[in-house]
């Protein structure tokens, strides 16, 4: 009965789990608020021309569709996207910095399986026209604060600035086809076979160690010192000292136990201009949130302008949050003295109480059997 | 993902001696551990470690998945299967190779002239990328087993199979045409267990490392 189905990856949520959904969307908008930030809504598709100037997404991943005009439309597969060619066109003259954010369904057409969905919740946020370590602190202590407040108990942020092995890998001297293979190797993190190639390279011993150590290097502060042949490289050891910086920013706010550097988080290599971060639940084998400084994003629509931001994964987080929340006071009211039941229930809702009206004309004994066990329901029955 | 346990998905058959071996040598326990058995999950409270039993098929899907930290397979199966996780070491044993095979009577033949011909797999995804990549196209068939059978009965002008030594083949009457690939015997890890568990699968990775470098009787099996 194809009446019965829906498509492959998508999902129907019922009240427990819009519940949970709901309730990570207040506090995140809360949280956002505290920061002077403000929501913003961006449509469902756009021209697949903006997607692209986006994350560089896969065209295979995407879900098009074209309109009567004849434009190539796609359903966003993340929203920063749309933010930027929304500021370019609305926001151009506006008071920079400005702080974003949003919460929206997103698109991708991955292969169905627990925690990758074709239509899944993000919430994010976006500082446009911020440069500098104090913008990326912020956005980064605002994610360990996200997923603080949602209940997550032990969670992990990994940092690394991308300047670092972008500038090493400028200065091996290889051919833009060698560097663009090993950037792949990395992103598709087969350390084997980039050990292999790099084995092969005609390029300095140190800088060969380096470029291999990089992927799995991983810790607290301390990693850094372990990567010797940054110190030759001036563009590295400048990003160098602007993560310790941004790793001392980070302990002002308090936030720097869940924090480690992560020479492995090497993603987007073409997207992402600077520091980038992701986070983890030892609960779910697969991230939570991403984000990073994206400085040229923005200038693919025609506003140059620097930007930072993330994106959390709600669906995900919804996996791995712990038990829900203390729900309202419950109300059942129940008989047939329907003038003072109405009287009654909406007196009680007003005052902020959940009422629910028997429907069925049950007795009193059916409705009391009905709430048993349930600690925060109450019975009244006006007959 | 447990956090007190380290989980090793392991690769049932042909794999599955000298990976003890190499487990044996990295000083992690493995009294017990055999197919033969009924049990599909070994646990050693004392070293917290635990592996699973799986199909070597499985493996990339546990380890993605997070069901497991850690899986030794083939890279062959990793190719196949185009699964996200990290590739960390290469163990050298369990050595196969990728190949395109015809039937030798067109054994000279030029690749190019199997454009828009069939060839039978088991390995679709690795075979439709081969010769995408090569801006040629063909017709996958995919089968589940004796694929040297299709281009005896007329099922396919070619196969992409799996060779170690290249007896099946021979004894088909096949012979290599190109190779696609090498493979062999991989540590992989997920992602996120790569992060959260570092302190236990770092040194556990490098002591990996030493001994298949030192080649202590770990060499092509």
């Known amino acids: 009965m194809r009446n019965r189905q829906i498509p492959k990856g998508l999902r129907d949520l019922l009240p427990d789990e819009v519940k949970v959904i709901r309730n990570m969307e207040k506090k995140a908008a809360q949280l956002f608020s505290s920061y002077a930030y403000e929501e913003v809504m961006t449509p469902t598709f756009e021209y697949l021309e903006v997607i692209e100037a986006g994350r560089g997404s896969r065209r295979e991943d995407l879900f098009l569709f074209v309109d009567r005009e004849g434009g190539i439309l796609s359903l966003r597969p993340e929203v920063t996207g749309s933010i930027a060619r929304m500021a370019s066109i609305h926001l151009h003259d506006a008071d920079f910095p400005r702080r974003l954010f949003y919460m929206a369904n997103v698109f991708r057409h991955v292969q169905p399986q627990l925690a990758q969905y074709r239509e899944f919740r993000q919430t994010g946020v976006e500082l446009l026209g911020a440069e500098g370590i104090w913008a990326d602190a912020e956005v980064i202590n605002i994610a360990v604060k996200l997923l603080e407040i949602m209940g997550l108990k032990s969670f992990k942020i990994s940092i690394n600035q991308l300047p670092i092995f972008n ?50 290097l991983h810790g607290g502060l301390e990693v850094i010192k372990r990567i010797p042949y940054v110190e030759k490289n001036r563009k590295a050891s400048a990003a160098v000292e602007e993560l310790i910086k941004i790793y001392d920013a980070l302990k002002l706010y308090g936030a720097t136990s869940h924090i480690v550097v992560d020479m492995g988080v090497l993603r987007n290599l073409d997207y992402y201009t600077g520091l980038v971060f992701e986070g983890y639940s030892p609960d779910l084998g697969y991230g939570l949130l991403g984000g990073g400084r994206y400085d040229n994003l923005l200038g693919q629509f025609g506003l140059s302008c620097p930007a930072t931001g993330f994106a959390l994964h709600m669906d995900r987080l919804a996996l791995v949050l712990p038990c829900r929340e203390e729900e309202r006071d419950h109300y059942l009211l129940g008989g047939g003295d329907f003038p003072s039941l109405i009287a009654q229930a909406e007196k009680l809702r007003k005052q902020g109480y959940i009422v629910e009206m028997d429907l069925g004309g049950h007795s009193q004994a059916e409705l009391e059997k009905k709430i048993e066990g349930k600690e925060n329901w109450t019975l009244i029955y006006l007959d | 993902m447990k956090q007190d346990f380290l989980t090793i998905a392991l690769s049932k058959g042909t794999l599955l001696k000298p990976t003890v071996k190499l487990l044996e040598q990295a000083q992690l326990p493995v009294s017990g551990l055999s197919e033969d058995s009924r049990n599909m999950v070994f646990s050693y409270e004392e070293e917290g470690i635990k592996y699973l039993m799986c199909r070597p098929t499985d493996v990339p899907t546990y380890v993605e998945q997070g069901a497991a930290d850690l899986g030794i397979v083939g890279k062959d199966v990793i190719v196949e299967q185009a699964k996200d996780v990290f590739e960390m070491v290469d163990l050298k044993y369990g050595y196969c190779r990728f190949v395109v095979a015809v039937p030798d009577s067109m054994k000279d033949r030029n690749l190019r002239e199997f454009n828009y011909r069939r060839v039978a797999s088991k390995f679709p995804l690795i075979t439709e990328k081969f010769f995408r990549e090569r801006g040629l196209q063909v017709d996958v068939i995919k089968l589940h087993g004796n694929v040297e059978l299709a281009p005896l009965m007329g099922l396919a002008d070619m196969i992409v199979d799996l060779v170690s030594t290249g007896r099946t083949l021979k004894e088909n009457n096949l012979v290599e045409l190109v190779k696609i690939m090498d493979s062999t015997t991989r540590l992989i890890c997920n992602r996120v267990s790569y992060r959260i568990k570092h302190e236990r699968i770092q040194p556990l990775i490098e002591k990996i490392q030493k001994i298949v470098k030192g080649g202590t009787g770990n060499e092509i099996a």
């Open chain 1, 167 to 216: 500038s090493l890998l400028d200065e091996s001297g290889l051919n833009s086809e060698d560097r663009s293979l090993v950037r792949q190797l990395v992103e598709e993190k087969d350390l084997v076979e980039l050990y292999r190639l790099l084995e092969g390279l005609d390029i300095d011993d140190e800088l060969k160690d380096t470029i291999a150590a990089l992927p799995v």
